[in-house]
């Protein structure tokens, strides 16, 4: 397997995407935050003394997602055409999950995109409750699913939300 952000010297270099055609790139990607009971109900009822914690965690994903190429050092910058995020309520296991959907019309992928939306997603949900629970534990983030490109499509295997 070759890896592309290194020179022939090995050292690191922003891939150089200008000989790429434009195709339609999405991404999903996943993650999630498990909270202790009570602090779960709060989230559900919207009675966290912060406010509207998934309405917060939503902007601020989106946000993230759109500078992605700030936060990682050899992102390229992208003309988003698409960010949504979402969030599945699991109260089997008081689970929140966040989904990032991201899309663009380019030469790159968004899979870091979405990424790093669900991430401060995360984030933000843990920041906004950890006066309740501090206890709270954020993982199994990864990328669902990818479309477009020269490499094509593909789904996680490890996903257990997308359609195959």
Same mark, same amino acid.
């Given at each position: 397997?070759?890896?592309?952000?290194?020179?022939?010297?090995?050292?690191?270099?922003?891939? &150089? $995407?200008? @000989?790429?055609?434009?195709?339609?790139?999405?991404?999903? #990607?996943?993650?999630?935050?498990? =909270?202790? *009971?009570? /602090?779960?109900?709060?989230?559900?009822?919207?009675?966290?003394?912060?406010? &509207? $914690?998934? @309405?917060?965690?939503?902007?601020?994903?989106?946000?993230? #997602?759109?500078?992605?190429?700030? =936060?990682? *050092?050899? /992102?390229?910058?992208?003309?988003?055409?698409?960010?949504?995020?979402?969030?599945?309520?699991?109260?089997?296991?008081?689970?929140?999950?966040?989904?990032?959907?991201?899309?663009?019309?380019?030469?790159?992928?968004?899979?870091?995109?979405?990424?790093?939306?669900?991430?401060?997603?995360?984030?933000?949900?843990?920041?906004?409750?950890?006066?309740?629970?501090?206890?709270?534990?954020?993982?199994?983030?990864?990328?669902?699913?990818?479309?477009?490109?020269?490499?094509?499509?593909?789904?996680?295997?490890?996903?257990?939300?997308?359609?195959?």
């Amino acid at each position: 397997m070759e890896f592309t952000h290194f020179d022939g010297q090995g050292h690191a270099w922003m891939v &150089d $995407v200008g @000989g790429k055609e434009d195709t339609q790139r999405e991404a999903v #990607a996943r993650g999630s935050i498990f =909270l202790s *009971p009570p /602090c779960y109900a709060m989230v559900r009822q919207g009675a966290m003394e912060k406010g &509207d $914690v998934l @309405g917060v965690a939503r902007v601020a994903g989106i946000m993230a #997602a759109k500078k992605a190429w700030e =936060l990682i *050092p050899l /992102c390229h910058v992208l003309n988003l055409t698409k960010l949504a995020l979402d969030f599945e309520m699991k109260e089997e296991n008081y689970e929140i999950q966040a989904v990032c959907t991201a899309r663009v019309t380019g030469k790159t992928g968004v899979e870091m995109e979405a990424l790093t939306g669900v991430s401060v997603a995360l984030l933000t949900v843990y920041d906004m409750c950890k006066a309740v629970d501090k206890s709270m534990e954020i993982g199994s983030i990864y990328l669902e699913k990818k479309t477009g490109g020269k490499s094509g499509g593909f789904v996680n295997p490890k996903s257990r939300s997308v359609d195959r």
